[in-house]
């Protein structure tokens, strides 16, 4: 089973960025324990800060892979391009954000993914992302029966 974690700008700083917000911890340091927890999935992570090349990413796994699990950051509330490849792609994408984004500013309660998207997961911090690949893995055993 594939499952890619595809992440926006500034998820590269998780760790140094807005600690309070987003926690001490690196991205590739949660990714490193999910691959150790989670051996029987093929996880592959992308990250980029910008726009274009999540588009690209997005469509180059999102016909082959099981699911994504999809932090666009700051482009959920901007970007029509990534909410466009999300709703032509075929592989099911959970949207996760970090941060409770309904709790935050105005402008952060908008997604352009959130309909095109299977669900979304918001503010329960980087057990989101698990959270996400264990839904991905349950919808796929059903679908194999
Ligand atoms: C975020 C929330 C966005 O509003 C913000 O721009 C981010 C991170 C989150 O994971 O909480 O960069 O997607």
Redesign the pocket.
């Known amino acids: 089973m594939k499952i890619a974690i595809i992440n926006?700008?500034?998820?590269n700083l998780l760790g140094k960025r807005e600690t309070g917000?987003?926690g001490n911890r690196s991205f590739e340091d949660y990714f490193r324990e999910l691959q150790e927890k989670y051996p029987a999935v093929n996880l592959y992570y992308f990250q980029s800060n910008i726009e274009g090349d999540l588009v690209n990413e997005l469509q180059r796994v999102g016909y082959d892979y099981d699911g994504i699990i999809l932090?666009?950051?700051?482009y959920?509330?901007t970007s029509v391009a990534i909410g466009d490849a999300v709703a032509a792609i075929t592989t099911p994408v959970v949207e996760?954000?970090?941060?409770n984004?309904h709790a935050?500013e105005d402008f952060?309660k908008f997604s352009h993914v959130s309909a095109k998207s299977a669900g979304s997961i918001?503010g329960l911090g980087l057990k989101g992302y698990e959270l996400a690949l264990q839904f991905l893995m349950e919808r796929n055993n059903h679908q194999s029966l």
């Open positions: 926006g700008p500034n998820i917000i987003y932090n666009p950051a700051a959920t509330h996760v954000h970090i941060s984004v935050r952060r918001f």
